[in-house]
């Protein structure tokens, strides 16, 4: 990918600085990582045989000025951006379809500075940073640039909304070029159809339909729409999720739609479609989510609400759908790789396999997890989720599997999380999963800090409102610690991960000492991972606090029989434990063994 030059114009001296209005187009090849692994020679043979006989005449052809070049990008300036998109298309358009070297090119029309044959400024920023948005074969432009080009050439753009672009501060307007076709008679480049389908962004992607309104009360319009508007905000803050903007997929209102033919319009794998029932002071919505490329359902449901206050219940039905189909589409997503063979997974595929393998709670499985979150982290060096998922295996096995030190999650796993967040500071998994790390160095008020700050990205997610409820548990605020992973639960039931909420709820009654209310979701708990030792000691403490000393008494000598080697670390304050709270669970152990310091 060209560097970006972030260089500021404060020290240029004004006599030197030569400005100028110009349509920039900035270009890389898609996986140029993995090809050079896999074929260094060939690929580097490849490219210099496509630039020599397509990319550099075409360029020529509509009077582009190549500024700059690397190993896998270019940096064009034109004067027109009918002139660079003509180019984009037809660059596009020519390409080899029996060739693994795709491209994707951005393109923005701005101010520049040049200097010395080169040139800087926002202009060569956002149209690099709109580089990066488009999906391989693809291309992204600037609202600035669509409404030059728009009834001047024969392409079709969709609208994917304001976009935030790293170390841009305002948010950009993008569009997708539909069709990059610009000839009466274009030769159909692989992953686009003739028709003018779109390619598959490279991560899950999902465009939510106008809910029909089954009142038969055009008024009750306002409502549906509002409440499709709601849904594309809440899933728009998953940062691993592709949202189609509300502006394209209201074209298809009133509409009797084919979910396949939708998918491939507006190129989603995904489409969520419901509808609104309205009655007196009552209110059904129901909504399903379909696979767009096999037509199969993947989640569906319904809510019936009172309708008191109609922006309220918008906002609860939003979440509740974006909180549910978040797992849905990471459970779908992880089948979906569970299908691929192993070398041909892209980094988001690889990631998800390693998921798979992470929640299965072995030994054995979670080094499988560490395998595919290497791989990951291989096949694209600068993808967060491989370097959290990472850093959560190998915490899990420092943690469950190896017997290794608990400090030693202050390495390797607490780095590979602050390197997630450093890649992509908005990423909210991220930020997640360090304030994890934190609260395991004893950092409470810190980990809660970075905990609020993921929940701030993404409220709906249950995976984080259960980390920082995990991190307020133990950070000494039990009641909102409550509040919080309970709505993890509510939001997804059957997570595989429902295990270890539970066990911070019942950590949370402890502080709170609720020792009943512990007691019972210990005994869930064990349901849920009868393989977790820990929790058959903590029980009996606390049905010792509760006086039930003989009860007590005989489920500790069964956890002593069953899971022996845990006896000797009761006395051990886990990191992530205040001395306070660890010893009310010492005190309840000490009512009923000698074996306790």
Not at 87 to 114: E, K, L, N, S
Not at 349 to 358: D, I, K, T, V
Not at 444 to 470: H, K, Q, T, V, Y
């Amino acid at each position: 990918m060209i560097a970006v030059a972030e260089r500021g114009r404060a020290g240029l001296p004004d006599a030197r600085v030569e400005r100028r209005l110009a349509a920039i187009l900035a270009a890389d090849v898609a996986g140029y990582s993995r090809l050079i692994g896999e074929d260094e020679e060939g690929t580097l043979a490849a490219l210099r045989r496509m630039r020599r006989e397509l990319i550099d005449p075409k360029i020529a052809e509509h009077r582009g000025r190549i500024v700059k070049t690397t190993g896998d990008g270019l940096l064009v300036e034109f004067q027109s951006v009918v002139d660079a998109l003509r180019c984009a298309a037809a660059w596009q358009g020519a390409m080899p379809t029996d060739r693994d070297i795709t491209w994707r090119i951005g393109i923005h029309q701005g101010d520049i500075v040049v200097e010395d044959d080169d040139i800087f400024g926002d202009g060569v920023n956002v149209a690099a940073r709109l580089e990066g948005l488009a999906e391989p074969g693809g291309i992204c432009v600037s609202a600035r640039v669509q409404e030059d080009a728009a009834g001047r050439l024969d392409l079709a753009f969709v609208d994917i909304g304001e976009q935030n672009l790293k170390n841009i501060a305002r948010p950009i307007r993008v569009y997708r070029v539909a069709s990059p076709h610009p000839n009466p008679s274009p030769q159909p480049r692989e992953g686009v159809a003739a028709s003018g389908a779109l390619t598959l962004p490279d991560k899950p992607s999902i465009a939510v339909l106008p809910f029909q309104n089954m009142s038969g009360d055009p008024e009750q319009e306002y409502f549906a729409d509002g409440m499709v508007e709601e849904i594309i905000t809440a899933l728009s803050r998953i940062r691993w999720l592709f949202v189609i903007a509300r502006n394209s997929s209201f074209t298809y209102k009133g509409q009797h739609v084919d979910i396949k033919q939708v998918g491939r319009e507006l190129g989603v794998r995904y489409v969520l479609e419901g509808s609104v029932r309205k009655g007196g002071n009552r209110v059904r919505i129901t909504a399903q989510l379909i696979d767009a490329i096999s037509g199969s359902h993947v989640w569906a449901d319904r809510y019936d609400r009172d309708i008191n206050d109609v922006f309220a219940v918008q906002d609860e039905i939003a979440a509740s759908v974006a909180g549910i189909i978040e797992p849905a589409l990471a459970a779908a997503e992880q089948q979906r790789a569970l299908r691929k063979a192993p070398e041909r997974l892209d980094a988001w595929e690889a990631y998800q396999r390693g998921l798979w393998h992470f929640y299965k709670y072995t030994a054995e499985e979670n080094q499988t997890a560490l395998a595919f979150f290497r791989q990951a982290i291989a096949l694209d060096p600068n993808f967060a989720p491989g370097h959290y998922g990472y850093g959560l295996a190998l915490q899990w096995d420092i943690w469950f599997f190896s017997g290794r030190p608990l400090s030693d999650t202050q390495g390797t796993p607490r780095n590979e999380a602050r390197l997630a967040v450093a890649l992509d500071e908005r990423d909210a998994m991220a930020r997640a999963v360090l304030a994890h790390m934190m609260l395991w160095g004893g950092e409470w008020d810190a980990a809660i800090a970075e905990a609020r700050i993921a929940f701030e990205l993404n409220p709906n997610s249950a995976f984080i409102a259960g980390m920082l409820g995990c991190v307020l548990c133990f950070g000494g605020h039990p009641e909102e610690a409550l509040d919080r992973l309970r709505q993890a639960i509510r939001a997804s039931p059957h997570d595989p991960l429902r295990w270890l909420w539970t066990m911070w709820v019942a950590a949370t009654h402890w502080h709170l000492h609720d020792f009943a209310a512990a007691l019972e979701n210990h005994r869930e708990q064990i349901r849920q991972r009868p393989g977790y030792g820990l929790i058959y000691f903590m029980s009996a403490a606390a049905l010792a606090h509760l006086g039930r000393i003989d009860e007590a008494q005989a489920a500790f000598t069964n956890a002593a029989a069953k899971f022996p080697e845990e006896v000797p670390r009761l006395s051990i304050r886990p990191p992530w434990a205040r001395p306070q709270d660890w010893e009310l669970r010492l005190a309840g152990l000490r009512l009923i063994t000698d074996e306790i310091e």
